[in-house]
């Protein structure tokens, strides 16, 4: 989790939402990505998704179902259902998303008992850490209250 907070890290600097990901294949770190929707133009480009991607090239399979994906925030829809596709094996998520979030909070893809995968799911991990950025960001954005 240490590596995708890094990750999240350099998202901010770049004026990106503050989520980073990595993803673990036998023990080994294969893929490492930040947000990047604003720099891309691509509301696609959640740090999750650029992770499974580069994860999936490097590994040579789409199916990723030996591999841990660490993110800093519990993955929304769009990438839950990328994660379930790629059959990841294990989620490690940091912050909560009680707006979007699809691992508990507003819905739960990544355990829906109809899919046909079902990844081993932590919530909560260095969730602390993870939603100071996030706020920190954010906060920076609002102009200030008088």
């Known amino acids: 989790m ?11 600097a770049a004026g990106e939402v503050p989520v980073g990901a990595v993803v673990v294949a036998s023990g080994a770190v294969v893929a490492r990505a930040a947000n990047a929707m604003v720099t891309g133009r691509d509301a696609t480009q959640h740090a999750e998704l650029r992770a499974l991607r580069a994860a999936a090239y490097a590994l040579r399979e789409a199916r990723l179902g030996n591999a841990t994906l660490y ?7 769009m990438c839950a259902g990328a994660i379930v596709h790629a059959r990841v094996g294990r989620v490690v998520f940091g912050a909560w998303d009680e707006k979007a979030g699809m691992a508990g909070s507003v819905g739960d893809v990544l355990r829906h008992p ?21 706020r920190d960001f954010f906060a920076s954005r609002r102009p200030p209250r008088e």
């Open 2 to 12: 240490g590596l995708a907070l890094e990750e999240a890290r350099r998202a901010a």
């Open 71 to 77: 993110v800093t925030l519990e993955p929304c829809a």
């Open 114 to 134: 109809k899919l046909n995968h079902r990844p081993e799911v932590h919530g909560g991990v260095r969730a602390e850490e993870a939603s100071v950025l996030l």
